[in-house]
């Protein structure tokens, strides 16, 4: 899943990293906008 930011949505990576751990790969895919992908990691 892909997420579409107007600013770098850095407080909300750290809700999703308390909430799922390593069960979640977060990265950045551009900076304008700010895109972030959000990856289950089996």
């Given at each position: 899943m892909a997420?579409?930011?107007p600013h770098n949505p850095v407080p909300l990576l750290a809700q999703v990293r308390d909430q799922?751990?390593?069960d979640i790969e977060i990265s950045y895919l551009?900076?304008?906008p700010w895109?972030?992908?959000f990856a289950r990691v089996h």
């Open positions: 997420l579409v930011a799922f751990g390593d551009s900076e304008d895109t972030v992908n």
